[in-house]
């Protein structure tokens, strides 16, 4: 059974993954879980052996578990499922399996678009051009380009690693801060690894891509912003709770920083706040992660994993109980 908001099932599942799908399960789009207490929804659960979930899951508590005592598999087609899947889910010994590894690539593009166009100094001289509507043509820029440009990656997540890969042809110096990632392991990616605060200080462009737990939660303060270089670029991809944004504004409004966010906090921003009007902040409704054609990915993975159970294989993208505080 489909268990998610019902207008994601057709952006997911077109047509012709719907019907590769359907060739492998006995699953019905026309009866979608957007409330587990719905009669419907209650009566097919008691049948479910694997649920289909996605953005706008109800949550998986005992009493929905317990209505679904054939249930064997959770397989998600989004990013995090720490949203829905209470421990109970793994207590039972059902499978859970999420596409975030095919969310996380999207996002880690976005991140690689914004970091180039940042070290250009692009967003501000769009600013430059847009009040004086002409520019010196010919003019060398200076502090402008790619050329070695220092990028300090913190947290070695799906699309941390993702990035740091994408990063590899271009004449970047990168770098990653991660407490969960080792001297072995980072050399495993080919980045050095260092101390945040290090990072932080030595760092042109920094951008986040750490888990939101009650540790990370203003990661990035006062502190943090203010170890960072005079004129350098904060992205944050990952969740907005991750940097503080009152310390933010400060910075920005100091022009200590720039700032790339596609995540706030709150989110949505309010109508009210300065980071709309600040002109070193730039800021994008959250559309990093995967969006219009790029949802398809998610329900191809989702294909695969089926398979996958279903041959009797164990999912590629299996997520265990204590992952979830380690991923973003």
Not at 57 to 83: E, F, I, M, Q
Not at 195 to 208: C, M, N, Q, Y
Request: hydrophobic fraction near 45%; charge should be negative; charged fraction near 25%.
């Amino acid at each position: 059974m489909f268990a998610m908001t019902p207008e994601n099932v057709p952006r997911i599942f077109p047509p012709d993954t719907l019907a590769r799908l359907r060739e492998r399960v006995d699953v019905d789009p026309s009866l979608v879980a957007g409330d587990f207490t719905d009669p419907r929804v209650r009566a097919r659960l008691a049948d479910t052996e694997i649920l289909i979930t996605g953005w706008g899951c109800p949550l998986l508590d005992a009493d929905t578990l317990d209505a679904a005592p054939k249930l064997r598999a959770v397989l998600h087609a989004a990013g995090s499922v720490k949203g829905f899947a209470t421990p109970e889910v793994w207590e039972r010994g059902i499978v859970v399996s999420s596409a975030a590894a095919a969310n996380a690539l999207p996002v880690a593009e976005y991140t690689l678009a914004m970091i180039l166009l940042a070290g250009k100094d692009v967003f501000a001289h769009r600013e430059r051009l847009r009040a004086e509507r002409a520019f010196p043509y010919g003019e060398i820029l200076p502090g402008v380009g790619n050329f070695g440009r220092r990028v300090g990656i913190v947290g070695a997540s799906r699309i941390g690693r993702r990035l740091i890969e994408l990063l590899r042809p271009f004449d970047l110096s990168v770098s990653l801060a991660d407490p969960y990632v080792d001297e072995a392991g980072a050399a495993a990616l080919g980045v050095p690894l260092l101390p945040l605060d290090e990072l932080l200080a030595g760092s042109d462009i920094v951008t986040v891509h750490a888990p939101q737990t009650p540790e990370t939660r203003h990661l990035i303060g006062r502190r943090e912003l203010a170890l960072m270089p005079a004129g350098s670029v904060l992205v944050n991809t990952a969740r907005g709770s991750l940097v503080d944004h009152d310390a933010l504004i400060e910075a920005l409004r100091a022009e200590h920083v720039s700032a790339i966010l596609d995540v706030t906090d709150p989110e949505p921003l309010p109508a009210d706040s300065p980071l709309h009007d600040l002109p070193n902040a730039f800021i994008t409704p959250h559309l990093a992660g995967s969006q219009g054609n790029e949802v398809a990915r998610l329900g191809l993975t989702v294909l695969e994993e089926a398979a996958r159970l279903l041959s009797g294989k164990a999912p590629e993208f299996r997520v265990d109980r204590e992952d979830l505080d380690r991923t973003a």
